[in-house]
């Protein structure tokens, strides 16, 4: 229940039994820098009540909050709880044992750490890039609606804040040559997968998995990070099954036309009659088979060339399907 005025200052500190920060107010910085906490137990406790009959969160203030260089292995336990995150470093310590009850880290999501946030944030001045403000939705009598959702309107500030603006964020991020600091950061993202997924949370190990690859997309650089990009593209890091399912099948029916006798011809395509339909079942029968390896690309009567792309759309498939399946794989194991 203490409450610290100025700055808490723990740096190199030396704990050798149980310390509690319960209830603790810190109206400044508090530092923990290069601690050692030698068999001790450290719990870091929030969520008494206010005056207002709120729980209040530990560390819920604008000023940062340093566990830099600590090796947390070496403690009998660490808890975080009921603790907000979003402005707490963790860069170059050892965090996988801690137990993460009930904490709020950075991010529009919640499962960034503040040490990406702060290499992101490295180089931009105040005439950085800025989102577009989201388009305020007015009811029935012309005022403003206060609704707990944001909702846009397809217009230039939606397609620059949601397609331009990221882009644009994306290749000052890559042209970067400080990227050193991001492989201490994909660590830490590493140690709390290992975390949550020991604590059989994997749906917040995922959100952390993404984050990973985020980093290491960037810290790679074009083109070493091409397999990446296909990676998020196809199945968002592997999070997301029904992304490659829909590849799989938009592609089937994309390649299908390759595989009719003879293939189209410009008339065919606008007769709806028989002539142009029983060629289509045909051609979604010979695709599916083929994909199946049914049959041959021999067998199919079409032309070397297009037994070339016939080839390149199995690869592809087969590629999605795998995505499909690890993604599903991982959502039965959540």
């Given at each position: ?7 808490g ?32 137990s ?12 709120h ?33 707490a ?59 707990p ?11 620059r ?54 980093v ?8 070493a ?7 998020q ?8 099954w ?46 599916l088979?083929?994909?199946l ?16 792309l ?25």
């Open positions: 229940g203490a409450t610290f005025i100025e700055e200052r723990f740096n190199i500190a030396k704990f050798h039994e149980d310390v509690s920060f319960e209830y603790v107010r810190w109206q400044g910085r508090a530092y923990f820098y290069g601690a050692r906490l030698k068999e001790a450290l719990d870091f406790i929030g969520g008494n009540e206010n005056t207002l009959g729980k209040t969160k530990l560390f819920d203030r604008d000023e940062e909050i340093g566990f830099d260089h600590i090796n947390f292995r070496e403690a009998k336990r660490v808890r975080f709880e009921h603790v907000d995150l979003s402005r470093s963790f860069l170059r310590s050892q965090i996988e044992n801690i137990d993460f009850i009930d904490v709020w880290w950075d991010g529009p999501e919640g499962y960034r750490i503040y040490d990406e946030r702060k290499w992101r944030e490295k180089g931009v001045d105040g005439a950085g890039l800025k989102l577009a403000p989201t388009p305020a939705l007015a009811d029935n009598a012309g005022r403003y609606s206060n609704l959702y944001k909702v846009w309107t397809v217009g230039r500030d939606w397609i804040a949601r397609i331009i603006n990221p882009i644009l964020e994306e290749y000052r991020l890559l042209k970067r040559k400080d990227k050193d600091e991001l492989k201490e950061i994909e660590n830490l993202y590493h140690q709390l997968i290992l975390n949550y997924d020991r604590r059989r949370e994997y749906e917040i190990g995922g959100e952390f998995y993404v984050r990973e690859n985020e290491r997309k960037i810290r790679k650089g074009l083109p990070n091409a397999l990446e990009y296909i990676y593209w196809t199945s968002h890091y592997g999070q997301r029904a992304r490659p399912l829909a590849w799989s099948l938009l592609f089937f029916f994309l390649f299908t036309p390759f595989f009719v006798k003879g293939g189209w011809t410009l008339s065919g395509l606008f007769d709806f009659s028989l002539t142009i339909i029983m060629p289509v079942f045909r051609s979604m029968r010979n695709n088979l083929y994909l390896s049914a049959i041959k690309s021999d067998d199919l009567g079409i032309g070397k060339n297009l037994q070339l016939a080839a390149f759309e199995r690869l592809l498939i087969y590629y999605l399907l795998s995505m499909f399946l690890l993604a599903l794989r991982r959502k039965f194991r959540r």
